[in-house]
């Protein structure tokens, strides 16, 4: 049975940085492009980043350079690391699975492209 379980949410200050986790089992997480997603409040699902099954990464444009998005395959676990984060990056986020092992389906965020999601994290960002 597929499961995702993020953890590593909270409540930090702007500037502050935090390290979601998404620990993955019934699959091997090394054959599997990986995405994380975050949904405010009174908005649309949004991509963040991506990885592929090589470990190519994507990031939307606004959050590359402050957003690391990585793997521990040996841990079966997918990581986004976030630093000087913003008010705006208060949203619930959620780790996703490609459909597709050994593929990397395009655009690497669109949400169609996963079919596998986590129960979310919490992250709050106070100004």
């Known amino acids: 049975q597929v499961q995702l379980v993020e953890s590593g949410g909270g409540s930090v200050q702007a500037g502050g940085s935090l390290r979601l986790s998404c620990a993955a089992s019934?699959?091997?997480?090394?054959?599997?492009?990986m995405a994380w997603f975050r949904q405010a409040p009174g908005k649309e699902r949004e991509g963040v980043a991506a990885i592929t099954y090589t470990d190519t990464t994507f990031y939307v444009g606004s959050l590359k350079g402050r957003f690391t998005i990585s793997r521990d395959n040996a841990k079966n676990t997918l990581y986004l690391q976030m630093n000087s984060l913003k008010p705006e990056d208060t949203a619930m986020y959620y780790c996703?699975?490609?459909?597709?092992?050994?593929?990397?389906?395009?655009?690497?965020?669109?949400?169609?492209?996963?079919?596998?999601w986590g129960q979310g994290t919490q992250v709050t960002v106070s100004s």
């Open positions: 996703a699975r490609q459909r597709l092992a050994l593929s990397f389906l395009t655009p690497p965020l669109a949400p169609e492209n996963y079919n596998n």
């Open positions: 019934g699959f091997a997480l090394s054959m599997y492009s």
